[in-house]
Each structure stands twice: as C-alpha cells, then as structure tokens.
Nanobody, 125 residues
C-alpha cells in the first residue's frame, strides 16, 4: 500500500514563507495528478494546487502568484512553496494523489484517491 508522507508545516508570521513536501512511499510505478488541499477550522476542504505528470499546474485563485507547486517524478514527490503567507492561509494541508500504479509482487495495482494525514500551517498576524 502506498502512503503519502507530508512535512514542512509549522508556525510563521504573516508575510513569511514555508515549503511543504510530500513523498509517496512504496515505489509506485507511475503517478497521475499530485496536489495539495487544505482545510481550515470550521470550513470544508478546498483545492490549493495540482500538478500532473507533465508538470502542468493548476491553482486556486486565492493562492495564485503566492504559492508554487512542483513535483519530482523520480522521487515520487510533490512540493508546495508558499510565499507571502496570510493568516487566512492557516489550515491543515493535505497531500493528494488521484491515481497511481504500483506493483504488488507481479500484479500491477491501480490505486485512486490517496490522501496524506496532513500537516498544520499556522500563520500569525
């Protein structure tokens, strides 16, 4: 079973920067879309940014120009560079993969909708 392990969250002052990382364990064969979602207290989980295998990116309007998503296909990893952070960016950030292929013995498995456990980002004013 592939797991997504996030790191890089923490406490930062408004205007500061953080870099989130997420790596897929278990040596998947290929990964389709990787991305980041976030959930603030009392709110629904929302899309932050996604990147596909060809490095085409998509961003929520609220983070455009401030956040940059990237991935390293060789490391099965995705990153989120967050600059000019605002208090409203405070949330638990979740790594997401929509679909990946992996070998289990000689069998090729197709896993979908995989989530990390989340990492907390707190931006103080």
């Amino acid at each position: 079973q592939v797991q997504l392990v996030e790191s890089g969250g923490g406490l930062v002052q408004a205007g500061g920067s953080l870099r989130l990382s997420c790596a897929a364990s278990g040596s998947p064969f290929s990964i389709n879309i990787m991305g980041w979602y976030r959930q603030a207290p009392g709110k629904q989980r929302e899309l932050v940014a996604t990147v596909n295998g060809g490095h085409v990116t998509n961003y929520a309007d609220s983070v455009k120009g401030r956040f940059t998503i990237s991935r390293d296909n060789a490391k099965h990893a995705v990153y989120l560079q967050m600059n000019s952070l605002k208090p409203e960016d405070t949330a638990v950030y979740y790594c997401y993969v929509d679909r990946l292929l992996r070998y289990s013995g000689d069998v090729l498995r197709d896993d979908t909708d995989i989530w990390g456990k989340g990492t907390l980002v707190t931006v103080s004013s």
